[in-house]
């Protein structure tokens, strides 16, 4: 029963990682190595603004069938340009960057990255917050929710039924700060912001590929 939660489990993080792809949730050393050079590639200026804030640094903490995660998000020029590492224990075990234009999935034990596709629009990777956003046919599932405090900030917060499941939302201008994904199978598999830090400054190279990293297309 124990493993099979698990695996739920995992299937539901997967979906939560699937968000971050949909339109409108201790700091690596690994991003900072000088960045490889991609030629004619510049990073265009979006009038969207994906974020209500310019730059900012979150650290999430992942609960699920007594287990805990930690990743932490980058972002800058409003969540034009986004990385998210994510941890086991102490060591980054994956991240995920956008430049502006193009996607990685970077491995950093196998220094490999492998090309996502495109991440523009100013839309970045990770799930934007905003009620306006959710197709129509959510909206249908879905309630507002009385706002709610995490990490020191008052998100508004809202919920979907899916019925196997139910996800709720908080977050913080456009910041996605909280999903909690309820279901009799696995339970509770909670991802919330435990610390914000707001406009600072983020290395350029923390959204590059590292200039010792081999890129190849996914599936590859």
């Known amino acids: 029963m124990k493993t099979r939660q698990i695996l739920l489990a995992a299937a539901i993080l997967v979906a939560f990682s699937a968000c971050k792809n949909k339109p409108g949730v201790t700091k690596g050393a690994e991003t900072t190595a000088p960045v490889q050079a ?27 069938v007594g287990m805990k995660f930690k990743s932490v998000l980058y972002f800058d020029d409003y969540g034009a340009k986004e990385a998210d590492e ?13 430049d502006g234009k193009e996607r990685y999935d970077l491995k950093p034990s196998q220094k490999t990255a492998f090309s996502g596709g495109t991440c523009g629009y100013g839309r970045g990777i990770a799930f934007r917050f905003a009620w306006d956003e959710v197709s129509k046919e ?47 199978e696995v339970g509770d598999v909670v991802m919330q912001a435990v610390k914000i830090e707001e406009n600072v ?20």
């Open 86 to 98: 994510k941890y086991t224990g102490e060591d980054v075990k994956s991240i995920s960057v956008c």
């Open 138 to 184: 959510d909206q249908a599932k879905g309630k507002k929710l009385a706002n709610m405090s995490v990490a020191g900030k008052d998100c508004e917060a809202f919920s979907i039924d899916l019925g196997t499941s139910v996800t709720v939302y908080a977050g913080w201008k456009n910041i996605c700060l909280y999903l909690k994904t309820s279901s009799k």
């Open 201 to 220: 400054e983020i290395p350029a190279g923390k959204f590059q590929v590292p200039s010792d990293y081999q890129i190849k297309k996914a599936g590859f």
């Open 38 to 64: 991609v030629e004619n590639k510049t990073t265009e200026a979006y009038t969207f603004h994906k974020y209500g804030i310019k730059s900012g640094i979150v650290t999430f903490e992942t609960s699920m």
